[in-house]
């Protein structure tokens, strides 16, 4: 069964708004999840390591204060992308690491209109 | 410079055949590990094999099997006996060090035919 799950797996926004990503590690405690984006057709591409207890580390590139992360606890992290536009429409995908392996979560679909 | 080459972007095998996918990988570091992701159309990452840098063994799972050639860094994935279900994307990807992010290939799209 699935060890880390995410929430929503498909979200359609305004312009304008924020919306919020949710990845859960589901049997297992995470201090660190990651963050990737897909366009479709491309690889999968780090966006940053979330850390429980402390700030998220960027990837070169990477608007922190457009994609805020929160690592609320050893089985929660969160990725708001803020004031969405149209370009951050994407497909998000989670990960933790667990016994040498990394589990990713299924995605999330998002559409900004 | 990536350090995660595939160099084939799409490959039609016939159903039943064994197919290699290629991958090498750039690293200073003596401890990494290298694993291999199945993504099919829905999206999901699903993981299908890895290869640690010492170990002495080339891995295997299944119908998979990890060509493991350290000097030529070299980390080719082989699908014994394909099934029509193998049809996907296919990812190489490597963690370096200590650290637990993995950076992944460009991808493969694997086609198999009936």
């Known amino acids: 069964g699935a060890v880390v799950s995410q929430h929503p797996s498909r979200v359609i926004c305004k312009s304008g708004t924020s919306v919020k990503i949710e990845c859960r590690s589901l049997d297992f405690q995470a201090t660190t999840m990651f963050w990737y984006r897909q366009f479709p057709k491309q690889s999968l591409m780090l966006m940053a390591t979330s850390n429980e207890g402390s700030k998220a580390t960027y990837e070169q590139g990477v608007e922190k204060d457009k994609f805020l992360i929160n690592h609320a606890s050893l089985t929660l992290s969160t990725l708001t992308v803020t004031s969405a536009h149209p370009e951050d429409s994407s497909f998000y995908i989670c990960?933790?690491?667990?016994?040498?392996?990394?589990?990713f979560g299924p995605g999330t679909r998002l559409l900004v209109l | 410079a990536q350090k995660i080459t595939q160099t084939q972007p799409g490959m039609f095998v016939q159903e039943k055949e064994a197919v290699t996918l290629d991958c090498t990988y750039d690293t200073s570091d003596p401890s990494y590990g290298l694993f291999w992701y199945k993504q099919p159309s829905s999206g999901e990452m699903i993981f299908l094999i890895y290869?640690?840098?010492?170990?002495?063994q080339n891995a295997t799972e299944g119908r998979y099997s990890l060509n493991f050639q350290k000097a030529r860094k070299s980390a080719n994935l082989v699908i014994s006996a394909s099934q029509l279900g193998d049809s996907a994307m296919y990812f190489c990807?490597?963690?370096?060090?200590?650290?637990?992010?993995?950076?992944f290939g460009k991808g493969t799209r694997l086609h198999i035919l009936p």
């Open positions: 990960s933790a690491p667990r016994i040498g392996t990394q589990y």
């Open positions: 990807a490597m963690r370096e060090g200590r650290d637990d992010k993995i950076i």
């Open positions: 290869q640690g840098s010492y170990d002495q």
